[in-house]
């Protein structure tokens, strides 16, 4: 339609885009969400300001040009018929759960080639000790020196959790390919399996599939879809390629009014990640049991 230079319209077009990505208006009709502990005007004041934040940080973040030379760094590896696969795991104080399902859940996987890296948000639990006792050597266990910094009001703690050490298990990862599990939940004995078999045959840089759900009353259902969007997918659900990581957790994504997971597909899709969604269970969610949705 435009013969000339539309370069002018790309900043106005992206600011559109985005706004109608965060409906702004449901933060003043809706109630806030579970956990925000202050008033409903003061929820609509946040989600214009993280909405305000949000445009700055896409339209600012270069991380089109961040995917574009990860993948000419790719064309140049070879593909190994069995990758390796780092799995990365933050927790804090949960070494009897770690023990029990989360940690046993990865060691059993269908495929082998992976290593298991585990970073204490500062445990000062049996964490270490345990994990330790493990003779298997694909473990890897991190303490990290001090707890990360978080914000106090419930809702924007829970949204960036356990950033700081996912972080920093994504720089100690070795693996062609990345996924993550939260301490207290589970793989499916394929996840890794299925997830990468889907991935490669249909050179998607970054997939997720379902997990079975456990509801705050006890109940199950099944949480994963697509669209890729809000609500529509689970951390322990996802499988990406390494060179991703430079799409590094933000601990600042509460500021967006967003999860950092989520945050984290969000900047992929938008930077032109391949995504695919694997209508299958490869996992399970537990039912939050966190001192943050305790206190909530």
């Given amino acids: 339609m435009f013969n000339g230079d539309t370069s002018v319209f790309s900043p106005l077009f992206n600011f559109v885009v985005i706004f109608i990505d965060f409906p702004l208006p449901e933060c003043f009709l809706k109630s806030p969400p579970r956990g925000w502990t202050k008033s409903q005007l003061r929820w609509a004041s946040f989600c214009l300001f993280t909405t ?10 270069g991380e089109k040009n961040i995917l574009t030379s990860a993948r000419k760094r790719e064309t140049q590896e070879v593909e190994c018929v069995e990758p390796l696969v780092s799995v990365v795991i933050p927790t804090y104080n949960r070494a009897e759960i770690l023990l029990t399902r989360s940690v046993p859940s990865v060691l059993n996987q269908t495929h082998n080639n992976l290593e298991l890296i585990v970073i204490g948000d500062y445990c000062t639990d049996d964490t270490e000790k ?3 006792a493990n003779p298997d ?11 990360g910094e978080y914000p106090k009001e419930p809702f924007l703690r ?3 959790a356990g950033v700081t050490p996912v972080n920093v298990g994504l720089k100690e990862s070795k693996g062609q390919w990345i996924t993550h599990l939260d301490d207290d939940d589970e793989f499916s004995p394929n ?4 997830l990468l ?6 050179n998607f840089e970054m997939v997720y599939g379902k997990v079975k759900n456990e509801k705050p009353d006890g109940t199950w259902s099944e949480l994963g879809g ?14 990406y390629r390494a060179y991703l990581k430079n799409f590094s957790y933000d601990i600042n994504s509460w500021k967006k ?3 950092a997971d989520f945050n984290l597909w969000r900047r992929m899709k938008r930077a032109g990640v391949r995504i695919g969604f694997l209508n299958m269970i490869v996992g399970t969610h537990y039912k939050e049991k966190t001192r943050i949705r305790q206190n909530m």
């Fill in 197 to 202: 078999k889907f991935a490669l045959n249909n």
């Fill in 130 to 132: 345990i994990l330790k």
């Fill in 137 to 147: 050597p694909r473990i890897r266990f991190i303490n990290l020196p001090k707890r």
């Fill in 226 to 239: 697509s669209p890729l969007e809000l609500g529509n997918i689970c951390r322990s659900a996802s499988l």
């Fill in 52 to 61: 305000v934040i949000k445009i700055a940080s896409y339209l600012s973040s």
């Fill in 257 to 259: 009014g967003e999860p």
């Fill in 158 to 160: 829970w949204c960036v």
């Fill in 191 to 194: 996840h890794i399996e299925a």
